[in-house]
Structures are given as C-alpha cells and as structure tokens.
C-alpha cells in the first residue's frame, strides 16, 4: 500500500502500522502486545484475505478481535479480485460486523477509506459496481 500511494498517486492518508523490524521471539504474549500496540494507532483494520487467510487463526483472529475490541473500521480486500465477502476464505470474525469487502485494487481501497460505509446492524457491506466504475475499475 505504500508503493500504491507513491507510484499510483492514490490520494489516502494512512499510517503503516505493521512491525518495524521482524520479532525475535516465540514468546506468544510479547509478539501479542508488539502487535496490539501497533493495531492501537489505527481507526481502520484492513485485512488481506487470501486462499488460507480463514485457516489462520493463532494471529489473524486475535488481531481482528483486538481491532473489533477497539471498534476500528474494518476493511476486508479480497486478494483474488472479489468485491464482496467471499465465505470460502473470509475469517468468521469479520462477518457479520459491518466491514466491508472490497477487491484487492488501490482504487477502490483508497475509495474505502474515504468513503468508508458501514453495513447496517452489523450485515456485511460492499460497493455497487457503479462505485468501482466511478473510481476507474
């Protein structure tokens, strides 16, 4: 997303909030509050969903949790393309919370992040074709 921003002159203003530096550690909890920390700056939790992203559930679940506990945003960009939720890859966490689900495209991310919309009494939220149209894809 930072190259997006540099070489795609997509107009978003965001703080990369991953880990600096790889953690050395296998200590669960140290790696646990690194992250929870870094998830704290943040308002919006985007989430890649790949083909096994639903299968990881020691650290993609609990970030979810920690971001829906902090009541961010939730941005779900579906790496194969897809503009809605797809229940084969998607983590149960995120359904059903008002996230919505957008394709994996600079466009429609910074769209996203702009324009943010939450699903209404927590359903699932996506953009009519007409908005992707509308920013170019």
Request: with cysteine; net charge positive.
């Amino acid at each position: 997303m930072l190259a997006w921003k540099t070489h795609e002159h997509i107009d978003f203003d965001f703080i990369d909030c991953q880990l600096q530096s790889e953690i050395r550690s296998e200590d669960e909890s140290y790696i646990k509050s690194k992250c929870r920390a870094r998830i704290n700056m943040s308002g919006t939790y985007i989430m890649l969903i790949g083909a096994d992203t639903r299968s990881k559930h020691k650290y993609v679940r609990w970030e979810a949790e920690v971001a829906l506990e902090k009541k961010c945003r939730i941005i779900g960009v579906n790496l194969d393309k897809s503009r809605r939720l797809v229940t084969e890859t998607c983590p149960p966490i995120i359904r059903d919370v008002g996230a919505v689900f957008v394709s994996y495209s600079p466009k429609i991310i910074a769209y996203a992040l702009e324009h943010f919309r939450m699903g209404e009494n927590g359903k699932n939220y996506f953009y009519p074709d007409k908005i992707y149209a509308q920013v170019g894809l």
